[in-house]
């Protein structure tokens, strides 16, 4: 039987804090049959870079760390163990703990981590009753779907967006070109370098299509096929790509983070922005802050790739773990809790389609919203192939921008056979 959303109650607890309301619904033992008692729920994190635990700038700890904090005051019946893993390395660590039959009963990771464990065998289905589908837009569950299971439930939508500095910039460009000019009149540009975050400077030249082509992929020993239009506008891209990287003002990092670094010291103007980092820095910059939607192409509204959090279930919970897992995933979507952290940490939009995002009451939320209704989301069969694939990409694009690769004999590395 699925989990569903409908029995959880949710009137009692709605003059609570989320965090609270959450707490109170996992202890009492009249809420759906869960007893008080000695219960531990083991919950692991993918954290979205390699900084130091010690950072406070922002990144899915936000969320995981006041909900643990206040979940725990409340509830000391019930012990939840929270790991954090940084990018990359939370497939191998469950692959190490599922092993001794010590994975967790949670997970909180990117699509393609999800889609790796669920591929490896880390992570088990769940039934979705129609219930919990009605708690979900359908443009992010039907990637997850695995027969009459998932084996993944979204979260959290977290989409890309501009951010810059106000005292530096008082309107933000709307096209790349217009980026580039105000580069040429000295404003501190950083762009991303990851094809994931870099996806929206396809826009303006039409090659999207090609650049989906590539991350794709093709058959171990095969050329890149591309249409006439799209070997075009891939040739417009690493030109665009190129000219970028010979302007002095605009830098390029393969670490996102760096880039919000130096946005926040002053060091940069205006950077190509996750989301998930403005919580941290609208506590740092403050009003200073300003965040809008990216540049696209002079007709044409940017096309960036949304980050999408979702949850995967372990595979050696008990029947008793299980059922917390299930409750703990089932609140976490209801209309007040998405809504509450979509208000409670800044960036991250609901994923229920009955949360109405107030667009005409905050700037912000209109940024949001828009870029994530012109996004698009990648959905790869083959997660590891992929990311080897986006590497290679990513390897001829630092060669472009360092200036060690005309565009020509770089188009010709794209589109070579695959080893």
């Known amino acids: 039987m699925g989990f569903g959303l409908a029995p959880l109650p949710l009137a009692p607890v709605k003059g609570l804090g989320l965090l609270a309301a959450l707490a109170l619904l996992l202890a009492c033992g009249g809420c759906g049959g869960i007893a008080v008692g000695p219960d531990n729920l083991y919950i692991s994190v993918e954290t979205s870079t390699n900084y130091g635990s010690t950072s406070e700038l922002g990144d899915n700890r936000n969320i995981s760390r006041s909900l643990i904090e206040k979940f725990r005051s409340l509830n000391p019946g019930v012990a939840v163990h929270i790991r954090h893993f940084p990018a990359g390395e939370l497939v191998a660590a469950t692959r190490f703990r599922d092993g001794r039959g010590l994975g967790p009963?949670?997970?909180?990771?990117?699509?393609?981590?999800?889609?790796?464990?669920?591929?490896?065998?880390?992570?088990?289905?769940?039934?979705?009753?129609?219930?919990?589908?009605?708690?979900?837009?359908?443009?992010?569950?039907?990637?997850?779907?695995?027969?009459?299971?998932?084996?993944?439930?979204?979260?959290?939508?977290?989409?890309?967006?501009?951010?810059?500095?106000?005292?530096?910039?008082?309107?933000?460009?709307?096209?790349?070109?217009?980026?580039?000019?105000?580069?040429?009149?000295?404003?501190?540009?950083?762009?991303?370098?990851?094809?994931?975050?870099?996806?929206?400077?396809?826009?303006?030249?039409?090659?999207?299509?090609?650049?989906?082509?590539?991350?794709?992929?093709?058959?171990?020993?095969?050329?890149?096929?591309?249409?006439?239009?799209?070997?075009?506008?891939?040739?417009?891209?690493?030109?665009?790509i190129y000219d970028s990287g010979l302007q002095q003002n605009v830098s390029f990092s393969d670490d996102p983070f760096e880039l919000v670094q130096q946005l926040e010291r002053g060091e940069r103007d205006w950077i190509s922005c996750s989301s998930l980092w403005i919580d941290g820095l609208r506590q740092r910059m403050g009003s200073h802050l300003g965040v809008s939607v990216l540049p696209g192409g002079a007709d044409t509204p940017a096309t960036p790739v949304t980050r999408l959090l979702v949850w995967s279930f372990g595979r050696h919970s008990s029947a008793r773990q299980r059922l917390l897992a299930e409750r703990f995933v089932a609140f976490s979507l209801n209309e007040v809790t998405q809504k509450q952290l979509m208000v409670a940490v800044p960036g991250n939009l609901p994923v229920n389609p009955n949360v109405l995002i107030p667009t005409r009451s905050s700037a912000l939320m209109a940024a949001l919203a828009f870029s994530l209704d012109h996004s698009r989301m990648f959905e790869f069969r083959d997660p590891d192939a992929a990311i080897v694939r986006g590497g290679r990409l990513e390897s001829v694009l630092k060669k472009v921008v360092q200036g060690e690769l005309p565009p020509e004999p770089a188009i010709a590395q794209l589109l070579a056979p695959t080893p």
């Open 105 to 240: 009963d949670l997970i909180v990771s990117r699509v393609v981590t999800a889609l790796q464990l669920h591929q490896q065998g880390l992570s088990s289905d769940v039934s979705l009753d129609p219930d919990a589908r009605n708690r979900l837009e359908p443009r992010f569950q039907n990637s997850f779907r695995n027969g009459s299971k998932a084996f993944a439930v979204p979260f959290l939508a977290q989409p890309q967006v501009a951010c810059f500095d106000r005292r530096r910039l008082r309107e933000p460009p709307r096209s790349v070109d217009a980026l580039l000019a105000l580069s040429a009149k000295g404003l501190r540009v950083g762009l991303p370098i990851s094809v994931g975050e870099l996806f929206w400077t396809t826009t303006a030249q039409g090659a999207g299509p090609a650049v989906a082509q590539l991350l794709n992929g093709r058959p171990a020993g095969e050329a890149a096929t591309l249409s006439a239009a799209d070997h075009r506008a891939l040739e417009r891209w690493i030109a665009w």
